[in-house]
């Protein structure tokens, strides 16, 4: 007869422990019979739910911020345009076929700022080359300047405020320009025109704040520490060749300007 484990002493326990262990045992064998059919019934203790970790956010990028250090960090017009091309945070380069940057002499005294590309300035990826494009090199040519010409004092340089078409040629969007804006910003600063040229409303309201080109135009303004010139966009005089009258004006204006008059 085994002895109950409260009369035995630990060595002999232990022992009898291991003995039982060579035999093959596996599981101890309580004093009193277990029914293993009622406990698989009961329920299992539940563990501790572990509160599962908070989510962190994810911090998000300020593209109008990056937009402003990559534009300041760009020394020259090649490297400015290599920052724009590469900048990722415009839905608007997705899908557009060419970044188009500017067009014409960079040392010319007048800077054209259009609003953005269409489909034939996408195509090519050169500012103003469409039938409105054409329209505004005749004009100019009226008062013998060229985005063609070697010579600063009769050349055109030429750019947008959006560097990518916008999808059926809509109007620019409110955070693209924003985001766009640093770009420009510094390519005047870069480019260091004496005059600058505001087509149509969407430049204005870019850089001046202000919308309402029939008010605005053919009245000297300034931007971004320039004298700035509004004037209907050539695709609107396209539509509307009774307005070429005050476009007229406007290049006289200007022409007026640029040889040192009023």
């Known amino acids: ?59 998000q990028a300020d593209p109008v911020a990056e937009a402003r ?90 750019t947008n405020v959006l560097p990518w078409r916008p999808p059926q040629n809509r109007d620019p969007k409110p955070d693209e320009v924003a985001m766009m804006l640093p770009f420009l910003q510094r390519h005047v600063e870069l480019a260091d025109p004496q005059v600058l040229v505001l087509m149509g409303n969407h430049s204005c309201q870019a850089l001046l704040g202000m919308r309402g080109i029939t008010r605005l135009r053919g009245k000297w303004a300034e931007a971004l520490g320039r004298p700035a010139l509004p004037m209907f966009h050539p695709a609107f005089l396209l539509r509307n060749p009774v307005a070429k009258r005050e476009a007229w004006h406007d290049l006289l204006m200007l022409q007026a300007r640029l040889r040192g008059g009023a």
């Not at 409260?6 to 596996?26: P, S």
């Not at 040392?107 to 590309?117: D, L, T």
């Not at 060229?146 to 600063?152: H, V």
């Open 69 to 158: 250090a990559l534009a300041q960090a760009a020394g020259t017009l090649d490297e400015l345009c290599e920052a724009v091309a590469d900048f990722t945070h415009c839905e608007l380069k997705q899908g557009a076929r060419n970044t188009v940057f500017a067009d014409g002499n960079p040392a010319a005294r007048i800077m054209v700022i259009g609003e953005a590309p269409g489909r034939d300035e996408d195509m090519r990826g050169l500012p103003f080359v469409g039938r409105a494009g054409q329209l505004l090199d005749r004009m100019f040519a009226a008062i013998g300047m060229d985005r063609t010409a070697p010579d600063s004092e009769a050349a055109l340089y030429i």
């Open 1 to 59: 007869m085994i002895q109950s484990a409260d009369n035995l002493d630990y060595h002999t326990a232990l022992a009898l422990l291991a003995w039982q262990v060579e035999l093959g045992a596996d599981e101890a064998i309580a004093a009193a019979p277990v029914d293993r059919y009622a406990l698989r019934d009961q329920p299992k203790p539940k563990r501790a739910a572990q509160a599962a970790p908070e989510p962190q956010p994810v911090p």
